[in-house]
């Protein structure tokens, strides 16, 4: 299954049970309600699925878990990005041999800090092993390296190497979407971005807010494929506050709160990662209207 029609792809949660362990009890429930609510596509054990904190076997376990539930009815994309390039081949390697993966997820390596060649360099040994296609991650904010727009440009050259979830804001995503070959996805990694991405030409947003507001960020892409410029622009406007609440203590604190609060059972969060206090909360519910 290809993605040329997932345009809200939603970078999962991790249900987890009191205990701290995955609780794949709680895993049907979430995923036909994301289903319910217009996710064209889901990432497993990224950023906001706490992937830090998952062991290898716990993420396979997971993987396998969605596979069962998904049964292919939208695409599945697993996260594989590592700072050590050796292990990131490895596991891309590993999963080409589960049936039910439609593609991987690679983040720019982290803490080391390599310059552009060496992400480059990265990024192709990845794609040379890789029977998989790949979703680059470039989110700054988080790994403290930059994948630069020349070098997307020369990654998106690779046979694999499909798409981007790009998070360095909208000239890069606004470059790209006119540079790079016309078969390349460009998706915004910001939630407050999926608007105005999806109007300049990329395939749309890879997103935390589609857990709580799946439904009305379906409404503004169906209004902007339509030409109702007015009611795209008019959602999207009402929905920014809300994303930004959604970010507004350390993802996915938010959106966990959000989604226990609607009664989809997720649980807590793995340290170093915290939940919202009661007071945090409360002002994240009362500014999300839900």
Do not use: W
Request: include cysteine.
């Amino acid at each position: 299954m290809d993605l040329t029609n997932a345009t809200i792809i939603t970078a999962m949660v991790t249900p987890f049970q009191e205990s701290g362990e995955i609780d794949f009890d709680k895993l049907p429930q979430l995923v036909d309600y994301l289903l319910a609510n217009h996710t064209e596509g889901v990432i497993l054990a990224g950023t906001t699925g706490e992937s830090p904190t998952l062991t290898h076997e716990e993420e396979l376990q997971l993987f396998q878990r969605i596979i069962e539930l998904i049964d292919g009815r939208i695409p599945i994309i697993c996260g594989v990005g590592t700072n050590d390039t050796r292990d990131s081949v490895a596991f891309v390697k590993e999963l080409a041999t589960i049936a039910g993966i439609d593609a991987v997820l690679a983040v720019v390596p982290y803490y080391n800090k390599p310059d552009q060649e060496g992400m480059y360099q990265h990024f192709k040994t990845i794609a040379e092993a890789s029977e998989l296609p790949i979703i680059l991650y470039n989110v700054p904010g988080r790994t403290a390296a930059c994948l630069e727009v020349e070098t997307t440009l020369r990654l998106a050259q690779l046979e694999k190497i499909v798409a981007i979830k790009e998070c360095a804001g909208l000239d890069a995503i606004t470059e790209l979407i006119e540079r790079a070959p016309k078969d390349f996805l460009v998706y915004t990694g910001e939630d407050g971005l999926a608007f105005a991405t999806k109007a300049l030409g990329g395939q749309g947003v890879i997103s935390v807010a589609s857990h709580v507001f799946g439904s009305s960020m379906y409404e503004m892409y169906q209004a902007l494929e339509q030409g109702n410029l007015p009611e795209a622009a008019k959602i999207q406007r009402q929905l920014l506050p809300k994303m930004n609440a959604l970010f507004s203590v350390p993802s996915p604190a938010p959106v966990k709160a959000a989604l226990n609060h609607l009664g989809i059972p997720v649980g807590n969060l793995r340290l170093p990662l915290v939940a919202c206090t009661p007071e945090e909360e409360q002002r994240i519910i009362r500014t999300l209207e839900i």
